[in-house]
């Protein structure tokens, strides 16, 4: 049976074996995650859970994600343990990496695909709505959203991929060999609601998000290996996308609302193996002076059971226009809003927070607009996704220049979503989610000089 989503009704304390990032962060913090110790990888509801989880979804489960079991789960989930515990295998060792995003040079004229790219870049497209990913395969999700990669034993990657339909939305994933050729594609969500963005976690899963009033957060296993969990705690709102900060153990949180806020859910326990719980913790909304300086106020209702929605429940909470792409990336967390076209940086140790991007106070307002998913590269460069903008990714280098990286010609109607590196950092995935049509996604890989591998004693 394929992996669905599994609701919990009352959430129980999560163990996580420690790892370095099964993800980009893993290219973008080395020096955190080396100090997370060993690396293994941690499933979803695997062995270390206490207790048993209970579906609270009304309905028979069909094997798609969308009904419920009715009892105590007995496989390879968050239920009784009966050994065949997936999650075991350690992470593999990515090198360390400097960007090189800085050196690289205009963009050319497009290929035969519409696809711009500078000197020494080539593109292929790895996956199409609806078609099979591979002979007789999986057939790719529509409306590809959110993305991100996780090394694999055998040298190889996996990338995952949000689908953004309504009513059956989930997460796909493309698994890669060690020479880059996809060798199999799955689904590892099925049934969930607008799976908008996400973000990976320190023990190598995938959070998906709901963007939808009461949106959900699942808790994703990339290898597909581990039904996916439903991670109440983490609040019910309008999900955009979530970020983990694995130095004081937190997850930063958008909600994409003209009105919406900037959430952190604060983890109260560590498991056996030092890990952040995902279900013992607060929901706190941010509250921003007019210096700039942060606080934290507590949502009285994170699961949005009574009149007022979460980001109604505090008076004194800071809105933010369309909360979109956020990421950690050592000590300061990144955040887009696409209803004014900023980028906002807060500094965790300071707690204050500040525009790294204004399209209103830049002086080309055309050079970035229409910011959405956002990732982070080995050096600091934000690599910010364009939804109605010129269908590109640009990235903010540290020192502020704007730098087109790709740019896709004749799709105007559609978005760029869910970019991601893989873990040599040369290659670099995303989606554009309307290419042919509402259901015409086509997800893309750009091969080149992103990043150069360095020794470990050196730096950026």
Known sequence: MKPKAHHTAHPTRRAAVQSGLATLALLVAPAALNACGSKKRRPPGSRGDTGTDIDTDIGTDSGTGTGTDTGTDTGNDMGTDTGNDTGQEPLP?????????DQIGPLGEANADGVRLADGFSVRIVARSGEPVLPSGHTWHALPDGGATFPTLDGGWIYVSNSELPLAGGVGALRFSADGEVVNAYPILEGTNINCAGGPTPWGTWLSCEEIAEGRVFETDPWGEVEAVERPALGRFKHEAAAVDPELGCVYLSEDESDGCLYRFESSAIDDNGHLSLTEGELQVAVVDDAGGVTWAPVPDPL???????????????????????????GIVYMATKGDNRIWAYDTQNQTIRTVYDRATTPDPDALY????????????????????????????????????????GQSGSEITGPAFDP????LYFSSQRATGFLGGITYEITGPFHEPIPDDEEC
């Open 424 to 427: 040599s950092g040369t290659r």
């Open 93 to 101: 060792t990515v090198p360390k990496l400097r960007s090189l995003i």
């Open 304 to 330: 949005a059971e009574g009149d007022d929605p979460t980001r109604r429940q505090v008076p004194e909470a800071t809105a933010f226009n369309g909360g979109e792409g956020i990421w950690w990336f050592e």
């Open 370 to 409: 229409g910011v959405d998913n956002l990732t982070v590269s080995a050096c600091g460069d934000v690599l910010v996704a364009e939804d109605g903008g010129n269908m590109r990714i640009v990235a903010i280098l540290p020192a502020g220049e704007i730098k087109p990286l790709m740019q896709i010609e």
